[in-house]
């Protein structure tokens, strides 16, 4: 993941917005929108920038109004990365703040939601997030999948997917670079029976989907169209 990268743009995190309420699930404070009597449900797996950011919680209820049950809990435990902070120091947080930690927090977050009847589960990730869930797409948990601006993912971890999987890119990316991401297609393409969907977003960069300002027209545009295919592919294989 490209440090520089990862500090640019940062949300707004000095008001939270969402129609949906905190529980704890998982052992994670959790926010939760969307019928909770659903058996589908999507997680979506933040940014370094955490559960928080008002985009993030905007995007979440706008999946729920689809009928899903949508979970975004804190794995990052209260800590976000501060970008204001001069004393922020990225190795240092990213060593407290691990990918394979959150992909294994990941995994009572699950079974809780398997404990209350979901039936299917579809993850995205942003970013961080990313990486969390093309760790749970190599299992046998979750029934697809949907990588947004990921940050470093392997080759080795996509030749291991097990479920239909969409990769939506951004053409100015260090983090991901659409040729890489181009590459990660064509691994998948050439595994039978694992559907897959790689999208390269012109004129954007690293963490559009969620780190867009509202007063920008062209930016609000790529990103709801970003947001509206991650929804096909959930209503396609989430069901």
């Given amino acids: 993941m490209a440090t520089s990268q990862c500090f640019e743009n940062p949300p707004s995190l000095s008001s939270t917005c969402g129609s949906g309420n905190l529980r704890e699930i998982g052992g994670l404070k959790t926010y939760v929108t969307g019928p909770h009597d659903s058996k589908l449900a999507i997680l979506l797996i933040s940014d370094v920038f955490g559960y928080e950011a008002p985009n993030?919680?905007?995007?979440?209820?706008?999946?729920?109004?689809?009928?899903?049950l949508v979970v975004v809990p804190d794995f990052l435990y209260g800590?976000?990365?501060?970008?204001?902070?001069?004393?922020?120091?990225?190795?240092?947080?990213?060593?407290?703040?691990?990918?394979?930690?959150?992909?294994?927090d990941a995994k009572p977050v699950i079974s809780a939601l398997r404990s209350k009847g979901v039936t299917s589960i579809g993850p995205a990730g942003f970013c961080w997030g990313g990486v969390v869930v093309v760790k749970l797409a190599r299992t046998d948990d979750i029934q697809a999948a949907v990588l947004l601006h990921p940050g470093p993912i392997t080759e080795d971890e996509i030749k291991e997917v097990k479920c239909p999987i969409s990769i939506l890119g951004a053409e100015i990316d260090r983090s991901s670079p659409p040729e890489k991401l181009k590459q990660f297609g064509e691994i998948l393409s050439a595994k039978p029976g694992i559907d897959s969907f790689v999208k390269i977003f012109?004129?954007?960069s690293h963490g559009w989907s969620v780190r867009y300002d509202l007063g920008d027209e062209s930016a609000v545009k790529s990103a709801e169209e970003s947001h509206g295919d991650m929804l096909s592919w959930f209503i396609k294989y989430v069901k």
Avoid: C, Q, Y
């Fill in 56 to 68: 993030l919680r905007k995007l979440a209820d706008k999946v729920a109004a689809e009928g899903f």
């Fill in 79 to 104: 800590e976000p990365l501060d970008s204001n902070n001069p004393n922020t120091g990225w190795d240092s947080w990213i060593k407290a703040h691990g990918m394979d930690k959150g992909f294994e």
């Fill in 202 to 204: 012109p004129g954007v």
